[in-house]
Nanobody, 127 residues
Framework: QVQLVESGGGLVQAGGSLRLSCAAS????????MGWFRQAPGKEREFVAA????????NYADSVKDRFTSSRDNTKNTVYLQMNNLKPEDMAVYYC????????????????????WGQGTQVTVSS
């Protein structure tokens, strides 16, 4: 089992920034690719970003490319999502997820790929 706990969500004005963190425990963190997804009210959960096991490559949804950056620190068992220039349409509950494996991050764009999920953290963007 892998336990994931997100933090860092909150209320921010449009154009502002937030950094989400996801702390993992339970298994060897570096054996897992990590993903970020979000879900707004009345909408399906959607892919935001993925990062491979060693942070060597990342993959982003077109809607967040050039604004969001995912990184990880395997010594701290933590993955991050830096969100800049936030827009009202970014408002959602953000989830991190873990998938055992060592493939390129492009393999991890779908929610069904993941084995473990965090409880989510709310991001609210005011216009």
């Amino acid at each position: 089992q892998v336990q994931l706990v997100e933090s860092g969500g909150g209320l921010v004005q449009a154009g502002g920034s937030l950094r989400l963190s996801c702390a993992a425990s339970g298994r060897t963190f570096r054996d897992y690719a990590m993903g970020w997804f979000r879900q707004a009210p009345g909408k399906e959960r959607e892919f935001v970003a993925a990062i491979n096991w060693n942070g060597g490559n990342t993959n982003y949804a077109d809607s967040v490319k050039d604004r969001f950056t995912s990184s990880r620190d395997n010594t701290k068992n933590t993955v991050y999502l830096q969100m800049n220039n936030l827009k009202p349409e970014d408002m959602a509950v953000y989830y991190c997820a873990a998938k055992y494996g060592f493939k390129d991050s492009t393999y991890y764009r779908t929610a069904s790929s993941y084995d473990y999920w965090g409880q989510g953290t709310q991001v609210t963007v005011s216009s």
